[in-house]
């Protein structure tokens, strides 16, 4: 069962590209990262995911070194509305039981 | 709207009461998962169901928790005798197997046992 360790919080400045790391040391073969944004009050809602190399969407990239014990988000051009916490994710693709655990995540604050 | 629905969304019920929560995920997803969350931690999973079976149970699931999922669609979670412990929100989330990466969250039930 990988477990992934994240920084608590982190702030950052509107306009900025904020980058939330992520380690997992103990990455499976078949393991996938997977990246979730929660406001409060509110599901998480699914950002990203990739296995390795770069996944980029609408709204972020995902940066996987080769060695895949470790991956980075990238939220390009911060804006207020990006406050919220942040969630890596690693697990088996399309599986989300016992074996895809949420850490504590990473509280994201957006400053003016 | 095609996303997944979470009722109530708030309870408020003293010790000692019964509490029933629904769950209807989307529509062509066979995949449900519960899921528990309070204050400050990330969502600790429940259970998970694939059509009408329940696959997976986590250890935090005791016997005073039960879900079901009858003919594969929406889900009911019950909580017998509630306990102050038990206040938390409680997460809906509903997949595609062998669909796309993402779990679908709803936006939860928050219970207060008073």
């Known amino acids: 069962l990988a477990k992934t360790t994240q920084p608590i919080s982190m702030d950052s400045y509107e306009g900025q590209e904020v980058n939330i790391t992520c380690s997992h040391n103990?990455?499976?073969?078949?393991?996938?990262i997977t990246w979730y944004q929660q406001f409060p009050s509110q599901g998480p809602r699914f950002i990203i995911q990739?296995?390795?190399t770069k996944v980029t969407n609408e709204v972020a990239s995902l940066f996987i070194p080769a060695d895949r014990k470790s991956s980075t988000l990238s939220l390009p051009r911060v804006s207020l509305s990006d406050t919220a916490v942040y969630y890596c994710l690693v697990g088996v693709r399309g599986n989300y039981g016992q074996n895809f655990v949420f850490g504590p995540g990473t509280r994201l604050s957006v400053l003016p | 709207d095609t996303g997944v629905s979470q009722n109530p969304r708030h309870k408020i019920t003293k010790r000692g009461q019964n509490v029933t929560f629904r769950c209807d995920p989307i529509s062509e997803h066979n995949r449900l998962y519960w899921y528990r969350q309070t204050l400050g931690q990330g969502p600790e999973f429940l259970t998970y169901f694939q059509n009408e079976a329940q696959l997976e149970k986590s250890r935090l699931l005791s016997d005073r928790f039960s879900a079901e999922r009858p003919k594969g669609s929406f889900s009911t979670l019950e909580i017998q005798r509630t306990e102050q412990g038990d206040s938390a929100m409680y997460l809906c989330a509903s997949s595609f197997q062998g669909g796309g990466p993402e779990a679908f969250f709803g936006q939860g039930t928050r219970l207060t046992v008073v």
């Open positions: 990739g296995y390795k």
């Open positions: 103990n990455i499976a073969t078949n393991d996938y």
